[in-house]
């Protein structure tokens, strides 16, 4: 699935989940003793920047409404959804995963450049 349509759903998807696990007014709980909250953030935001940067869309742009996207999620959970709750460490997990993102777009970016350039 690398052709651009496919991309394109998959970035549908990804976008979707992460908005309904993001603003799903209760969260399933797992006591594991282990950050999973943390890493779920990371992986949201990661996998839906990475995606997006994959189909295309403007880095500058992508990464703005990401980082917005992280706000407003915490300010939402804080303000208006009672069962959940804002938290600086998971807009710190949101922003990491934005950072990884564009990285590892970057990243794959400079090896197809790279494979055009050896040819």
């Given at each position: ?11 549908g998807l ?21 950050p999973l ?63 990884l993102g ?18």
């Amino acid at each position: 699935m690398t052709r651009p349509g496919g991309l394109r759903i998959l970035f549908g998807l990804a976008l979707a989940l992460q908005f309904w696990a993001l603003y799903v007014p209760r969260t399933p709980s797992v006591e594991s003793g282990l950050p999973l909250d943390k890493a779920v953030h990371l992986g949201l935001f990661l996998v839906v920047t990475w995606l997006g940067l994959r189909v295309g869309l403007p880095r500058v742009g992508l990464v703005i409404a990401m980082v917005a996207q992280a706000a407003i999620s915490e300010l939402t959970q804080w303000l208006f959804l009672p069962q959940r709750g804002g938290d600086w460490w998971d807009f710190a997990a949101d922003l990491a995963g934005i950072g990884l993102g564009v990285l590892l777009a970057r990243d794959r970016s400079h090896r197809d450049e790279s494979l055009l350039i050896d040819s």
